[in-house]
């Protein structure tokens, strides 16, 4: 049978499928529920930035205003009987899990900009964190700022975490950028040791009868593999860091694709949302099944193996014959009528 152990991040993986970081990594039962099944590692939901400094600024006020009051009433603060912060609440879900699984168990913060939350990261890792992720989601709403400000803002970002922590980092990247190749190389040289392709955007609605902006949340399909699959197919060649998909990887058979466009690891969200925890191991016998159908020993021996480094035609992962797919599209469709 093949074998399916590999290397992401530095970290030894029984097999190339992650949890990545979603409802069903909120519990440590659901998370041996997830590894159990053959998830390689699981990543934890993510500790916000906005969410950290609100916590502190709102803890800053409430010190601010007893300190000013008589000696009394300061004392019944900062004490207030099971309060529990963000911060901690994470961390407990990293001692916990921790205590639960064998497989590493990789941290998620989210956040933009350089700054003193950065620190929070560091706790995780004295939790147990193996890795932290580094969760870039954001939307450059902001048109005063261009996208050299971001972009510098966010390497200054990762770093500071390279500085700060003592594990390997992952970055979560959005697709949203002008040079996702030329941004994910300057990554690489910022100390980053892996990058996934990519994050999902929520995008917003109008609601036609409150006119309010409504925001679902809908599960991802496979039909949205083909970009993270373009990106790594591309950038094989150009990173030497670890490469994960995610977005889309619903079948062992995804897995297969993305491995052979250059990912270290695959990762799943939506897909164990809708089937449960155990539909990795339906994944990875899918996946054992094509590498045996296929004659892959190794997932070493797949990764890259249909990348644009190795195919005879490299363009067919840019433009992904871009005249000729409209060509064929239209010629069937006038033949159609
Ligand atoms: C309800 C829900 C919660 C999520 N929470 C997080 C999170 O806290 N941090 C994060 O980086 N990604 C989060 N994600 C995104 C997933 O990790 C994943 O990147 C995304 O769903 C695309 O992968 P998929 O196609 O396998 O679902 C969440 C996704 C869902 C559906």
Request: hydrophobic share 45%; proline share 4%; glycine share 6%.
């Amino acid at each position: 049978m093949a074998e399916l152990m590999c290397t992401w991040l530095g970290l030894e993986l029984a097999s190339p499928i992650v949890a990545s970081s979603g409802p069903l990594t909120h519990d440590p039962d659901l998370i041996s529920r997830l590894v159990d099944a053959g998830a390689a590692a699981v990543i934890l939901p993510s500790l916000f930035e906005e969410q950290v400094e609100h916590e502190a600024d709102e803890l800053e006020r409430l010190y601010s205003m007893h300190s000013d009051a008589n000696v009394e009433a300061a004392s019944f603060f900062p004490e207030v009987p099971g309060y529990e912060s963000v911060v901690d609440l994470a961390l407990a879900l990293v001692e916990r899990t921790k205590a639960r699984v064998e497989v590493p168990v990789v941290a998620s913060v989210n956040g933009t900009h350089p700054g003193g939350w950065v620190r929070y990261a560091k706790l995780l890792v004295d939790a147990g964190a193996d890795a932290i992720e580094l969760n870039m989601y954001t939307v450059a709403a902001d048109p005063m700022r261009t996208a050299a400000q971001i972009e510098s803002d966010q390497i200054a970002l990762v770093e500071s975490l390279v500085h700060t922590i003592s594990v390997p980092i992952n970055v979560k990247l959005s697709p949203y950028y002008t040079s996702v190749g030329a941004f994910a190389v300057a990554l690489e040289a910022a100390g980053a040791h892996g990058v996934s392709f990519f994050n999902r955007f929520y995008q917003p609605d109008l609601d036609l009868d409150t006119l309010e902006v409504a925001s679902a949340l809908a599960l991802s399909t496979s039909d949205e593999l083909r970009l993270p699959l373009r990106w790594l197919g591309l950038l094989r060649q150009h990173l030497h860091i670890s490469m994960a998909a995610t977005t889309g990887v619903h079948s062992g058979h995804d897995v297969a694709k993305v491995i052979l466009a250059g990912a270290d690891v695959a990762m799943t969200t939506s897909a164990v949302l809708r089937r449960g925890p155990e539909h990795i191991a339906t994944m990875l016998r899918e996946l054992s099944g094509w590498m045996d159908e296929h004659e892959y020993t190794s997932v070493g021996q797949m990764r890259g193996a249909v990348s644009s480094a190795t195919i005879d035609d490299p363009e067919a992962f840019e433009r992904a014959n871009y005249i000729g797919a409209l060509a064929r599209y239209t010629s069937n469709f006038l033949n159609r009528r």
